[in-house]
């Protein structure tokens, strides 16, 4: 007969002829795998229904472990999971009972109900989540590891291993649907969002191929009234839920790491849709396509660009690229390098939601940015809060001083537009210009849909807001 620790203080024997734990071993990182994981998991639930005892279960996963494999390689990524590995099977309480399920995800499961200390749950799975993102040092280079945990038990969550492990995968999924790197308790109550969340996930691989989704494009206008471009903004319409907010499935996008596919698809549209306009008769416009900071970390990116200005007849000075103030901050070598072949290709770079991040002004100049969008929270309150005006004049005048144009993002009044033309904003979006738009409608109306706003085609403006 084998004896099993499962870290509570007491052991379990083994029947005779049962699986053993040895016989089925991760040969990566040397822990039991997940037909054994079930079988002891299974033993846990008899020994704790036989004493009126609980069961906890924890299913950790490293966050987007996938990009350290992407850039680091796999020898590296292995060599992190081995160190994780060893590092969770030596947290007490769990040592006795840990086990890789696949990939980056272990299962972690323990005997608890006979002592206060036992019943901390939160306390519990809060120290095995500090445990499991303390720094590591692969292969000389530091590496902090973040993860998601979905939590459930006997017998409040389930009465048989299967059913616990399925319902610590659904608190898991819901933990990663909100972003990664926390804990989620499996709760029944919840269980319609993770429904909704999966369905999203699986349409979402299908929705390029389905003709399910499409672009809009909202206008911008310079200080003359003189249309600049526009900005690409993707839309999704499920068969089944409606329209889905770009809110909701961007981030399920890239946590799928299905918004690379969808990028690519999002540039061509785009830059075939500054060909036919051109086709109709407008002139050269500026089109806006916010990027997602995995395709910049795409080997290739470059010249996957490349090919589509190529392929759709785009000069690279016609299209803008997006970033995000994370994205700048968050930039490696690999991303700074890519985003320097971008420019030089003559592509322009423009930074999104400027002013919400911790941008500082060694981020701005290290990296090759045109343009400086203003978040509208800054614009929201333009009229009515005079420190909002100070903040907002301060930050086109640095901007221009940095050598940087500055669009200013959400105008919805005559007045926010007066103040932001006053301070020398460049160019100007938003619901009082015009909102997003169908493709038929970028057209030449659109080269006279402001002028009652800033005079006709900008004759009566004063001289110093001529260009």
């Known amino acids: ?37 079930f079988a002891m998991l299974a033993r846990a639930v008899v020994l704790a229904r036989q004493t009126g005892r609980r069961v906890l279960a924890a ?48 299962l ?45 038990g006997y017998p409040g969550d389930g009465e048989t291993a299967e059913r616990i492990v399925r319902h610590a995968d659904t608190a898991l999924r819901q933990a990663k649907a909100a972003g990664g790197n926390r804990v989620v308790f499996y709760a029944e109550d919840d269980m319609s969002e993770v429904s909704r969340t999966e369905q999203l996930r699986v349409s979402l691989r299908h929705a390029p191929a389905a003709n399910a989704l499409s672009l809009r494009y909202q206008p911008l206008y310079d200080a003359a009234g003189r ?3 526009v900005e690409a903004l993707l839309r ?11 809110a909701e499935f961007v981030p399920l996008a890239e946590r799928s790491g299905q918004i690379v596919r969808i990028g ?56 803008e690229l997006e970033i995000t103030e994370s994205m700048m901050i968050g930039a490696d070598e690999g991303v700074s390098e890519a ?36 978040d509208r929270s800054f614009v929201r309150h333009l009229g009515s809060q005079d420190a909002e005006q100070v903040v907002v004049r301060t930050m086109i005048a640095l901007a221009h001083e940095l050598g940087f144009e500055v669009v200013a993002e959400g105008v919805e009044t005559p007045e926010q537009l007066r103040l932001l033309r006053e301070w020398g904003c460049d160019f100007f979006q938003g619901y009082l210009l015009a909102g997003p738009l169908d493709e038929e409608a ?15 085609a900008g004759e009566r403006l004063e001289p110093a807001l001529r260009r």
């Open 1 to 37: 007969m084998n004896e099993q620790d499962y870290g509570s203080g007491t052991t379990y024997i083994a029947r005779k002829g049962a699986p053993a734990l040895g016989e089925v071993v991760d040969s990566l990182t040397g822990l039991p795998g997940r037909k054994a994981a």
């Open 59 to 106: 299913l950790v996963d490293v966050d987007r472990f996938y990009i350290v494999n992407e850039t680091k390689g796999t020898a590296f990524g292995d060599e992190a999971l081995r160190q994780i590995a060893r590092r969770l099977k030596r947290l007490e309480p769990w040592s006795g009972s840990v086990y890789r399920l696949s990939g980056n995800t272990f």
């Open 108 to 152: 972690l499961f323990r005997l608890a109900g006979w002592d206060a200390e036992n019943d901390d749950a939160d306390a519990l799975v809060g120290a095995l989540k500090q445990a499991a993102e303390e720094r590591l040092s692969v292969r000389g280079e530091p590496l902090h590891p973040f993860c998601s945990i979905g939590v459930s």
């Open 227 to 229: 249309l600049r471009g």
């Open 236 to 246: 999704w319409r499920h068969p089944e839920l409606g329209d889905i907010p770009p």
């Open 264 to 319: 690519e698809w999002v540039l061509a549209e785009t830059c075939g849709m500054l060909r036919r306009a051109r086709a109709k008769g407008m002139p050269p416009l500026v089109a806006s396509v916010n990027l997602s900071p995995l395709q910049l970390r795409v080997p290739g990116f470059a010249e996957t660009l490349r090919r589509i200005l190529a392929q759709t007849g785009t000069k690279p000075e016609w299209l």
């Open 339 to 374: 985003l320097r072949r971008i420019r030089a290709m003559g592509v322009r770079i423009a930074l999104d939601d400027f002013g919400v991040g911790f941008a500082s002004l060694t981020y701005l100049c290290k990296l090759p940015l045109h343009t400086l969008k203003l």
């Open 442 to 456: 970028v057209g030449p109306p659109l080269l006279r849909a402001a002028r009652e706003l800033f005079g006709a």
